[in-house]
């Protein structure tokens, strides 16, 4: 037998997703403009998880309880968190170069490093992109020159 669905009631036992009662599973839902991307979902963990770091301190320096009971997740949330910071490194700072001479480049980055402002590690890597910079640009020209003289007999 088929009982036909009454319009009026067909969504009784349906959940309500405005129901402030669920709130506490809107955390990424609710963001519009979340992007489920590794990234992301890492800067959200970080988000949600940076206060247990205070804790964690507290707790260490005997200042505090731990508020959860669950040992074991209070354990795998602060390895994460702890590989996380382990391996967090700032940015270097954008820094303006173009228009200037090769020479004036690798000046303004050496007086940067000299004064702490970027690491050395910083420091190597724009001049990689320097040295890349010159070969894309300046090393065909050379090799152009280079080319005509062969042409003309001279080299």
Known sequence: MNNPIDPKTMFDDMIDPDDPSLNKYKDIKNKVDFEITPSSLRAHFLHKASPLIDLYIDVALGEAVP??????????????????????KNP????????????????????????????????????????QGFELTELPEIISKMEALESLGVV
């Open 67 to 88: 508020k959860s009971t669950n040992i074991q997740m209070q354990h795998e949330v602060w390895e994460v968190l702890k590989t996380i910071i382990l391996s967090a």
């Open 92 to 131: 270097a700072p954008i820094i303006d170069l173009k228009g200037n001479t090769v020479n004036d480049q690798v000046s303004k980055i050496l007086e940067l490093v000299s004064t702490g402002k970027i690491t050395l590690d910083d420091g190597k890597e724009y001049l990689s992109l320097i040295q």
